[in-house]
Each structure stands twice: as structure tokens, then as C-alpha cells.
């Protein structure tokens, strides 16, 4: 029996969570979005996920909830995590870094990049 890997994709913009899981979707991948961070949290909790991808800002001009997101999720979970941003600076990326961040991505994302990265995860992807 296939081992299913599971995707957690965590934005505040609907075309972002549909195209990313739609892209992210294939047999032995579940892909779960949340468009707010508490859902994420209860994701999280309720469910084992091999890769977290994550935008920093979803709410308001100065929001950083996807870099607690991930100081959170290192913390307790073994899950990698992705961060991606329309917003980003050298400091937050630094910073992203230095939180555990797997990879870090400008949107609008590369998706073949981000396949790669996916792909190098040991999940299943669509080339």
C-alpha cells in the first residue's frame, strides 16, 4: 500500500490555494488549504503533513503569521515548511531562513522550482 503524503498549503488568497493544490495534487499526495491560520494550527494538530507551504502575510500591512506559522510547526511537528511571499525583504527571507524554512519564495511562485523542491521531499509530483 502507497504511504500518501499529505500537503498543507496555508494563504489568504483563494487563487493562491487553487492553484497551488491543483498544481500539488496527484495520487498518493492529499492536499489540504486553510485561508487562515487557526485552521492551519487545527490542520496541524489533527493531522500528520510532510510539507507546510505557508505565505507570511495574512492580515494587514505588517503581518509576519506565516514566520510564527513555522517557529510553530518546528517546534512541534516534523513537517518541512515552504514560505512564500508577495511582500518580501532580504531580513524576512533571512529570517525565514533562520526559522527552519525549507525554501523561500516571491510570488508570484516558480512552480517548476517549486515542484523541485517538492520533489526533492521524497512526494510524488507531476513534471
Do not use: W
Not at 496555508?10 to 490555494?17: A, G, N, T
Not at 499526495?29 to 491560520?37: G, K, L, R
Not at 512541534?76 to 518580501?88: F, Q
Not at 525554501?103 to 515542484?115: G, Q, T, V
Amino acid at each position: 500500500m502507497m504511504d500518501i503524503k499529505r500537503i498543507l498549503i496555508v494563504d489568504d488568497e483563494p487563487s493562491i490555494l487553487i492553484s497551488l493544490s491543483y498544481a500539488l495534487r496527484i495520487e498518493g499526495v492529499e492536499v489540504i488549504t486553510c485561508d487562515e491560520i487557526v485552521q492551519a494550527e487545527a490542520a496541524l494538530e489533527n493531522t500528520h503533513f510532510d510539507l507546510v507551504i505557508a505565505d507570511i502575510r495574512m492580515s494587514g500591512v505588517n503581518g509576519v503569521e506565516g514566520l510564527e506559522l513555522l517557529s510553530y510547526i518546528k517546534r512541534l511537528y516534523k513537517a518541512e515548511v515552504i514560505i512564500m511571499t508577495g511582500y518580501g525583504t532580504d531580513d524576512i527571507k533571512t529570517e525565514a531562513l533562520r526559522r527552519g524554512a525549507l525554501h523561500y519564495f516571491n510570488k508570484p511562485i516558480d512552480i517548476s522550482e517549486l515542484m523541485q523542491k517538492v520533489g526533492s521531499l521524497g512526494i510524488p509530483v507531476k513534471y
